[in-house]
């Protein structure tokens, strides 16, 4: 599976960004999509990721109720909607998919599980 991230940009603080991930190749309605992001200094981190059925997500404590993700299998993309942005948010954003074998497997924030990764998005969130 081939990704291309757009949407990253430079925001205020409480500002809003949604991020797209396009997924091109087989299989995508397979793949557990995940974003991770990785600020200057800093290891990469899992920031949310979502599973073969939509309703099956996972978001990191930092994000939760201000992070929301969603695909679209017709489009065959997975947008990360950012709201309330903060310092602390800036990084470059990178969107990732590996297989979930069993459809009622919920996905993984690790990123040692993804295998196929885009070439990230950058977001800045400053005054």
């Known amino acids: 599976l081939q990704l291309v991230e757009s949407g990253g940009a430079l925001v205020h603080p409480g500002g809003s960004l949604r991020l797209s991930c396009e997924a091109s190749?087989?299989?995508?309605?397979?793949?557990?999509i995940g974003w991770f992001r990785q600020a200057p200094g800093k290891e990469r981190e899992g920031v949310s990721c979502i599973s073969r059925r939509s309703g099956d997500t996972r978001y990191a404590d930092s994000v939760k109720g201000r992070f929301t993700i969603s695909r679209d299998y017709t489009k065959s993309t997975v947008t990360l909607q950012m709201d309330d942005l903060r310092p602390e948010d800036t990084a470059v954003y990178y969107c990732?998919?590996?297989?979930?074998?069993?459809?009622?497997?919920?996905?993984?924030?690790?990123?040692?599980?993804?295998?196929?990764w885009g070439q990230g998005t950058q977001v800045a969130v400053s005054a």
């Open positions: 190749g087989p299989n995508f309605t397979y793949h557990g």
């Open positions: 990732a998919a590996y297989i979930i074998h069993d459809p009622q497997t919920v996905c993984v924030l690790n990123p040692q599980s993804f295998d196929s």
